[in-house]
């Protein structure tokens, strides 16, 4: 008798969704033209979250390698929607901030992920969002316990910000 997996656990159904949302979110940032990769996107959102944190810290948040972080960061540098300052605590690190310039980017972005997020939201009340997003920080904080990597690394994250980003 071969052997049978669960399809609808929880894993396997975040697995299906995060892989689905990234790419509606790669096809609607494409789509919107706005002149960055999805990729680019993804980082400039980031920054915007956690304004003033090192690029190593930026890298470990998204779950991408330092160096793919450097090459969208010098992108975003070049046209001059974000600036690499100098850590006050470590001259040696480079702390990453949204310029001036990024801000209407940012709303017109965000404002399309917002029609993006109202069509795979679609069938859910503002009652049952909140109650998945409250789910889903419990979900993301004991994961991040399990891992001694980002166990405590992330405690002063902007939780109630990026939970509100697309609610």
């Known amino acids: 008798m071969p052997f049978k997996l669960e399809s609808e656990t929880i894993g396997m159904l975040l697995t299906d969704v995060s892989r689905l949302l990234r790419g509606a979110f790669d096809r609607k940032v494409n789509a919107m033209d706005l002149g960055i990769t999805p990729g680019e996107a993804r980082t400039l959102i980031q920054v915007a979250l956690t304004e003033g944190i090192k690029q190593a810290e930026i890298a470990t948040r998204m779950g991408i390698e330092p ?69 889903l920080r419990i979900l993301r904080d004991n994961l991040r316990q399990l891992d001694p990597c980002l166990a405590g690394k992330e405690a002063g994250e902007k939780t109630e910000d990026r939970a509100g980003a697309l609610q």
């Open 67 to 135: 160096m793919t972080l450097s090459a969208y960061l010098d992108r975003l540098e070049a046209t001059g929607l974000v600036a690499r300052v100098p850590d006050p605590a470590d001259r040696r690190a480079k702390n990453v901030v949204i310029t001036e310039k990024a801000g209407p980017l940012l709303t017109e972005l965000m404002t399309g992920l917002r029609e993006m997020m109202n069509a795979y939201t679609e069938g859910l009340d503002a009652e049952a969002r909140a109650l998945l997003c409250s789910n």
